[in-house]
């Protein structure tokens, strides 16, 4: 019963490729966000969906574009993946888009560039 | 905007010990201070967290304490047990604001 479920887990691919990371939220909430954890372990905000508008784009390569059909569903799609990219990407989401709310998480994708 | 400062980076006591992490943050209009647990190839879990009307907080062995004069505010663990060897994230965040700002982490260890 899984609340932010993300997949796939592991992602192993050659540079240059195109790729999806999908995620879903069954607890109600409004916002959506994709993370970027590096090797630091620093966690980065990538974007922000409220209600499938789009409230949070920080400097992210235009390579990465996310889309939210639904409020429940946010998907990051990444072209021509390059090694930087290697990261562990997680999905959160929060009942309302704004800084006063919990975040929850999903278990993270490993995204491993070769 | 606002900038979370986390120390320490990394942080090794002996199980049973008491460790302290602490934040401090920039924007006097943050009010919500969430605390997130993360262990090795894991999510970041929420732990605890306190809102600005409330100098402390307490979770059995956890408890988190808020000075908003000084813009600062830490997370206590009694009585460490291996367990609680994570990464440990702060974060502020208000209504103003779209999402939270989140501190660079602290490596806890705790040796058995």
């Known amino acids: 019963d899984t609340a932010v479920s993300q997949t796939p887990k592991y992602l192993v691919t050659q540079m240059g490729n195109d790729k999806s990371i999908k995620c879903e939220q069954n607890?109600?909430?409004?916002?959506m966000y994709w993370y970027k954890q590096d090797s630091k372990k620093f966690l980065k905000i990538m974007f922000s969906y409220n209600n499938k508008e789009l409230i949070i784009n920080e400097t992210v390569p235009n390579r990465f574009s996310p889309k939210s059909p639904d409020k429940a569903h946010l998907n990051l799609h990444i072209n021509s993946l390059e090694l930087g990219d290697s990261a562990v990407y997680f999905c959160?989401?929060?009942?309302?888009?704004?800084?006063?709310?919990?975040?929850?998480f999903g278990d993270g994708t490993r995204l491993s560039i070769l | 905007g606002e900038n979370v400062e986390q120390h320490p980076s990394t942080l090794s006591v002996q199980e049973g010990d008491s460790a302290v992490i602490k934040c401090t943050y920039s924007?006097?209009?943050?009010?919500?201070f969430p605390w997130y647990k993360q262990e090795l190839g894991k999510r970041p879990q929420l732990i605890i967290d306190?809102?600005?009307?409330?100098g402390e907080k307490k979770d059995q062995r956890i408890a988190v304490t808020l000075n908003k004069t000084a813009k600062h505010f830490s997370l206590h663990i009694t009585e460490t047990q291996p367990e609680d060897s994570a990464v440990y994230f702060c974060a502020a965040g208000d209504t103003g604001r779209r999402a939270l700002t989140f501190g660079s982490g602290t490596r806890l260890q705790v040796q058995p």
């Open positions: 924007d006097s209009a943050s009010n919500y």
């Open positions: 306190i809102r600005s009307n409330v």
């Open positions: 959160a989401s929060s009942q309302a888009g704004t800084g006063d709310q919990p975040q929850h």
């Open positions: 607890l109600g909430h409004d916002t």
